[in-house]
């Protein structure tokens, strides 16, 4: 029987993407195991040795390392890989800022509003307002770097080879849960004390799933990866370093509250969906 081989761009897509499915487990499980056996604690970050902290920050680099490495493999050197570093309109910037900063502030207002959690202003030694425009402005910086390591991973990879594909963003939100799972499972600190590990890990993938169909929409639409970088900083930002420092605990907040929790994911797709004609791009749409 006759057969035709698949053309040669194909081809090299699969290898790309088979490529980066296999080095990034080998990547990343050995790097946590590395920090776990350091004693690493995310409670208690202070005390984490120094090899600790590296492997630690290193894994979110990992993306990058095997995207690198997916794409040499694939297309024998590293020339045309997509990094996606050029010049984008502001009104994307902001689209892609407003969007984590709505699904926080929602999520984090509805529990104050409700007694899901409190809002104790006096947790932080600067006026509140003054508390949550740093988190969110200058804040946003330091997390641009992190997500730099893993968005040449999701975006500037994964998101190119599969922008034809149909349902791509909940691939790539997959995928981008799918890369926590290590740190959530086996990392101490990273899942809230009280709060089941299944549970959470539920609760984050809803959430990763949401927030990649508007980073696919604007890498698709822009073709550049600074509103992708700014969306995942600014997520971080928002909720680690503006409606954390004002949230007191309460008995059951973890289970709402932060990454994994069902108020912040519930909000994030609200978020999404409220801010869908801002970035959407039809090639993200399921059909």
Not at 89 to 102: D, E, K
Not at 271 to 282: E, F, G, N, Q, S
């Amino acid at each position: 029987m006759h057969t035709t081989s698949p053309p040669i761009t194909h081809r090299v897509t699969r290898r790309q993407l088979t490529t980066f499915a296999l080095v990034l487990p080998a990547l990343v499980l050995p790097t946590v195991a590395f920090a776990v056996a350091q004693g690493v604690d995310l409670d208690r970050l202070d005390d984490a040795p120094v090899g600790a902290l590296i492997a630690l920050y290193g894994q979110a680099f990992m993306p990058a390392v095997a995207a690198l490495i997916a794409w040499a493999v694939g297309d024998k050197g590293l020339r045309g890989f997509p990094w996606g570093f050029r010049r984008t309109p502001w009104r994307n910037i902001a689209v892609a800022w407003a969007l984590p900063v709505l699904g926080t502030g929602l999520a984090y207002g509805t529990a104050w509003v409700t007694g899901a959690a409190r809002f104790d202003p006096g947790s932080t030694s600067l006026p509140p307002l003054m508390s949550v425009l740093l988190g969110l402005i200058p804040g946003v910086v330091p997390y641009m770097v992190l997500a730099i390591g893993e968005q040449l991973g999701w975006s500037s990879l994964l998101v190119t080879r599969l922008s034809k594909t149909r349902g791509a963003a909940v691939i790539v939100g997959l995928a981008w849960a799918a890369f926590h799972f290590p740190l959530m499972l086996f990392v101490p600190g990273a899942v809230r004390a009280g709060v089941p590990t299944p549970y959470a890990l539920l609760w984050f993938t809803v959430e990763a799933v949401a927030l990649a169909f508007p980073l696919v929409g604007l890498r698709i639409r822009t073709g550049s990866i600074w509103p992708v970088l700014v969306l995942h900083a600014t997520l971080n930002a928002s909720i680690y370093l503006a409606a954390e420092p004002l949230t007191a605990a309460t008995a059951h907040s973890a289970w709402w509250l932060g990454e994994g929790g069902a108020l912040t994911s519930g909000a994030m797709v609200v978020a999404v969906l409220a801010t869908r004609r801002w970035w959407r791009d039809p090639r993200c749409v399921i059909r």
